[in-house]
Nanobody, 122 residues
Framework: QVQLVESGGGLVQAGGSLRLSCAAS????????MGWFRQAPGKEREFVAA????????YYVNSLEGRFTISRDNAKNTVDLQMNSLKPEDTAVYYC???????????????WGQGTQVTVSS
């Protein structure tokens, strides 16, 4: 299985931006669909965005209203999440995950990173 490490989280004011990055090990990165999920305190982990193995397909949660963009660089084995116009309700631990196919479902992802905290102050 692929090993995943997230980075780029932190504290930002409402309206600001952050770019999360997820680095993957292994030589088969392009065979995995990659997803970003988040989990706020007391809430279930929820889908944020996903991208297919070659980057031609993307899913986003409808509530983002175009504020987040997922991208990947298969040459560098990375997947990024650019987050703009951040809101306090975006505060959560953000996880990247690898799966066999493009999906919004948590259960379809087989490898997970340890998560990175994003805190948006009002």
């Amino acid at each position: 299985q692929v090993q995943l490490v997230e980075s780029g989280g932190g504290l930002v004011q409402a309206g600001g931006s952050l770019r999360l990055s997820c680095a993957a090990s292994g030589r088969t990165f392009s065979s995995y669909a990659m997803g970003w999920f988040r989990q706020a305190p007391g809430k279930e982990r929820e889908f944020v965005a996903a991208i297919s193995g070659r980057g031609e397909g993307r899913y986003y949660v409808n509530s983002l209203e175009g504020r987040f963009t997922i991208s990947r660089d298969n040459a560098k084995n990375t997947v990024d999440l650019q987050m703009n116009s951040l809101k306090p309700e975006d505060t959560a631990v953000y996880y990247c995950a690898a799966g066999a196919s493009l999906s919004r479902r948590t259960v379809d992802y087989i490898s997970w990173g340890q998560g990175t905290q994003v805190t948006v102050s009002s």
